[in-house]
């Protein structure tokens, strides 16, 4: 499985940005797509995950500002950011997972600025 991260930026605090990962290749009909992220000096960390039966979770740390969504159709998982804070600055990662395999995007950075 390939993932292909895009919509990372710069974005001034209270402003949004929408990530994307499609992922290709051998796709099981049953999965969980999600998305971490990683700051400088920290570890990386649940942002949010969707499975493909629509269960969601969501760090609490950005619950009523970002939401997961996916089209199923095109193996693809979204993010959409909302008034995001600098905090929430760092490198964001998708994670395609299966009950036996689990795979890692390339990253896409993501900067808010104060």
């Known amino acids: 499985v390939q993932l292909q991260a895009s919509g990372g930026g710069l974005v001034q605090a209270g402003g949004s940005l929408r990530l994307s990962c499609a992922a290709s290749?051998?796709?099981?009909?049953?999965?969980?797509m999600g998305w971490y992220r990683q700051a400088p000096g920290k570890q990386r960390e649940l942002v949010a995950t969707a499975t493909s039966d629509g269960s969601t979770n969501y760090a609490d740390s950005v619950k009523g500002r970002f939401t997961i969504s996916r089209d199923n159709a095109k193996n693809t998982v979204y993010l959409q950011m909302n008034s995001l804070k600098p905090e929430d600055t760092a490198v964001y990662y998708c994670?395609?997972?299966?009950?036996?395999?689990?795979?890692w995007g390339q990253g896409t950075q993501v900067t808010v600025s104060s």
């Open positions: 994670k395609y997972s299966t009950f036996v395999h689990e795979y």
């Open positions: 290749g051998s796709i099981r009909s049953i999965n969980s």
